[in-house]
């Protein structure tokens, strides 16, 4: 008998030596970290499936530039804003020279003079991605205290969100008081965050704990419509995401949540530091983050 499981344990042990290498398992960090490294420019990623607990990071706690991707925060304020009584979605918003941005939106293209409605603007700001909607809203907002930028701010660190702030107005102007810190200004530009609080972002509002269970499930909705989908999703039409896309001439930045079958997925990646400028979908770091949002949806939902 001890021979027969000698020869037995032998030839398990042959077997698991010899199967071929894709059948083996491969860790996650192993799979994100064959796609990052040969990349030419930083990578920050915090991932979490938030049915399961289960996150992955990769710098995920250093901070980043934003790009559009802080429009989030000011979405947020203004939702709270009216959800307080300190504004209404019909409250009137005026197109001038003065808020006017190009970069994304369509706002640039019509007339000054144009008027809008609050929800209206957000609406730009969120889906179009709209720069001078944007600063409209900023606008708004300071008409509303002494600055919209600071109001933002300080909502981010009343929910616990102490490295996500709006440094100015898109273009420049309307400086924060952490924008007015030359090292902030220069160094992040319009906004600053982390990967791991734009996912805790998103965690939130997925629970109904920003503002109330209403607004978090209205902005989500709205997060939903974004039109652009060059990264994360990008080959996954089938899969129901909100998002909000950032870019800069070296930076790409994409914050979403996944409604996967397997659970919802949020995660955020910022790739910067890119040596090439190229303004097209086809982007490095628009296809780096659609390979890597489909190993980290993946490997979350496996583990």
């Not at 030839?11 to 030596?17: G, L, R």
């Not at 203004?78 to 006017?100: C, H, P, Y």
């Not at 490095?284 to 980290?296: G, N, Q, R, T, V």
Request: proline fraction near 3%; charge should be positive; hydrophobic fraction near 45%.
């Amino acid at each position: 008998m001890k021979i027969i499981s000698r020869l037995l344990l032998s030839a398990v042990v042959i077997a698991v030596f010899t199967l071929p290498t894709s059948a083996q398992p491969s860790s996650l960090d192993t799979r994100i970290r064959n796609e990052v490294t040969p990349f030419k420019g930083k990578v920050f990623i915090f991932a979490k499936n938030l049915d399961t607990g289960a996150t992955y990071t990769l710098n995920g706690d250093e901070r980043v530039r934003t790009a559009s991707t802080i429009k989030i925060a000011v979405m947020i304020e203004v939702w709270a804003r009216v959800s307080e009584g300190k504004a209404k979605w019909t409250d009137e918003l005026v197109l001038t020279k003065a808020a006017r941005y190009a970069g994304s939106g369509i706002l640039p293209e019509l007339g000054d003079g144009l008027r809008l409605t609050l929800q209206d603007a957000v609406r730009l700001m969120m889906t179009l991605s709209d720069n001078t909607a944007t600063n409209m809203v900023l606008d708004y907002l300071s008409s509303k205290d002494a600055l919209g930028a600071d109001a933002v701010n300080d909502r981010m660190n009343a929910l616990g969100f102490k490295a996500t702030r709006i440094m100015r107005r898109v273009g420049g102007g309307g400086e924060s008081k952490e924008g007015k810190l030359a090292d902030n200004l220069k160094r992040f530009g319009l906004g600053a965050t982390t990967p791991h609080e734009m996912v805790q972002i998103l965690e939130k509002l997925d629970r109904g704990e920003i503002v109330d269970a209403e607004a978090s499930k209205q902005m989500l909705d709205l997060m939903k419509r974004e039109q652009s989908r060059y990264a994360i999703g990008r080959t996954t039409p089938e899969i129901p995401m909100a998002s909000k896309y950032g870019a800069l001439d070296a930076l790409r930045s994409c914050v979403a949540l996944l409604f996967t079958k397997q659970g919802k997925i949020a995660v955020a990646i910022t790739v910067d530091d890119m040596p090439e400028v190229m303004w097209s979908v086809d982007n490095p770091a628009y296809l780096l983050m659609s390979k890597l949002s489909l190993i980290l949806a993946d490997g979350l939902r496996s583990q």
